[in-house]
């Protein structure tokens, strides 16, 4: 089974979010088939995408992610700022974090050097915690879209309450993905 490990998002900023898909899609002249929207509905702050697993690793990664949320405290964590991954023509559209950064990326860390502990390869690249609003297909689409975005560096969706992570099945579909989640995990004070 495919799986991650994130923190998701509550309902008004998940709406905020859509909100301003919309605006961005309204605002660029690309074809529907250059750009593939993140439905609202999925959207989520990723700590680590462990993809393909063998289903009796399932309980193992469980435990080490509820251990790992049972040694932090829940915290606020402002979402704002758009940018892209991909150089002057983005792959990837996403929204930022600002406020709260800084104990977004311990627990990150101590997620990652618990998984590592337990044989997960760890990730080369430094973290950057990120909602994904879009995926690009086409370059031309991607230039538009930067261009677009410089508009919104300043731009603030809310804040989230980052007091449960979660781990995550994701079945992908012609329809688009599906996440089911297999196990949700309270931090303190949450």
């Given at each position: 089974m495919r799986c991650f490990i994130a923190i998701d998002i509550d309902e008004n900023n998940r709406m905020a979010l859509g909100d301003?898909?919309?605006?961005?899609?309204s605002k660029v002249d690309v074809k529907r088939s250059d750009v593939k929207w993140v439905k609202p509905g999925n959207i989520?702050?990723?700590?680590?995408?462990?993809?393909?697993i063998k289903d009796?690793?399932?309980?193992?990664?469980?435990?080490?992610?509820?251990?790992?949320a049972g040694r932090h405290n829940s915290f606020e964590l402002s979402i704002e700022s758009v940018g892209h991954f991909g150089g002057r023509s983005a792959r990837v559209l996403?929204?930022?974090?600002?406020?709260?950064?800084?104990?977004?990326?311990?627990?990150?860390?101590?997620?990652e050097q618990?998984?590592?502990?337990?044989?997960?390869?760890?990730?080369?690249?430094?973290?950057?915690?990120?909602?994904?609003?879009?995926?690009?297909?086409?370059?031309k689409a991607g230039f538009k879209l930067v261009q677009i975005i410089e508009q919104y560096n300043d731009f603030k969706v809310g804040v989230m309450s980052a007091d449960s992570i979660s781990v995550f099945q994701?079945?992908?579909?012609?329809?688009?993905?599906?996440?089911?989640?297999?196990s949700e995990n309270?931090?303190?004070g949450s």
């Open positions: 301003l898909q919309q605006q961005l899609k989520h702050l990723t700590l680590k995408f462990l993809g393909e009796e690793q399932v309980v193992d990664i469980c435990n080490i992610v509820k251990e790992v996403w929204v930022g974090t600002g406020e709260g950064r800084e104990k977004l990326l311990e627990l990150q860390k101590d997620l618990e998984l590592a502990s337990a044989g997960w390869p760890a990730e080369k690249r430094a973290y950057s915690g990120h909602l994904t609003l879009c995926r690009v297909r086409n370059p994701s079945e992908l579909t012609p329809a688009g993905p599906i996440y089911t989640v297999l309270r931090m303190q």
